[in-house]
């Protein structure tokens, strides 16, 4: 168990709907990662925020957005949903924002079918 | 941006055997290599890193080399177990100098036994 947390564990909806996925990072880390991955794709970096604020941006589409919160957990909003969002979704933390010691800890995943 | 790839896509190997998985990454200046360990069901766990003052680093029958002139990096597997069944993925920093991470596409290890 990495101690990071995510909801739901899965989630089925049908294209052109909209969903949150929500991360709780480990006790005492700042930074929060999302990834997707599919099968074609592999794991794709998607966003990171440390401490609230947005540090980096990846391949995460317009459509796409997320937050962190004062409480450091963290949200990931897809909206008008696509067959092709259909993936795995991961949240992952670390405890500090950038440099090359920020070891990252992966959450059990979101599993998202778009219908 | 970085780019990482890593061979084979699959490897099936018997008990006790050893495993190599190996990677290659194309930014010079990436200085952080992470290996996962995913099984079905479950996000990758880091099992292993190295960073780019060491050429070897060893945690008990795992091990990960690396060459920062040819650019490429390697996890050893010694004495495999059923148990180390699971996709593998690679990783490499990106140049954003916020240690986001770039992976590879990872290969599935199969150990009979």
């Known amino acids: 168990d990495s101690g990071v947390t995510q909801t739901p564990k899965h989630l089925i909806t049908a294209t052109g709907q909209r969903v949150t996925l929500r991360c709780s990072p480990r006790s005492g880390d700042l930074s929060v990662y999302w990834y997707q991955q599919s099968l074609d794709q592999g794991l794709q970096f998607l966003i990171q925020y440390y401490n609230g604020e947005e540090r980096a941006k990846g391949n995460i589409l317009e459509r796409f957005s997320a937050q962190q919160f004062p409480d450091l957990h963290s949200e990931l909003n897809l909206s008008s949903l696509e067959l092709g969002d259909s993936a795995l979704y991961f949240c992952a933390s670390s405890v500090v924002g950038g440099g090359p010691t920020s070891e990252q800890f992966f959450g059990p995943g979101t599993r998202l079918t778009v219908l | 941006g970085e780019n990482v790839e890593q061979h084979p896509s699959t490897l099936s190997v018997q008990e006790g055997d050893s495993a190599v998985i190996k990677c290659t990454y194309s930014?010079?200046?990436?200085?952080?290599f992470p290996w996962y360990k995913q099984e079905l069901g479950k996000g990758p766990q880091l099992i292993i890193d190295?960073?780019?003052?060491?050429g070897e680093k060893k945690d008990q029958r795992i091990a990960v080399t690396l060459n920062k002139t040819a650019k490429h990096f390697s996890l050893h597997i010694t004495e495999t177990q059923p148990e180390d069944s699971a996709v593998y993925f690679c990783a490499a920093t990106s140049n954003s100098g916020y240690s986001t991470l770039t992976f590879g596409k990872g290969t599935m290890l199969l150990v009979s036994p």
């Open positions: 190295i960073r780019s003052n060491v």
């Open positions: 930014d010079s200046a990436s200085n952080y």
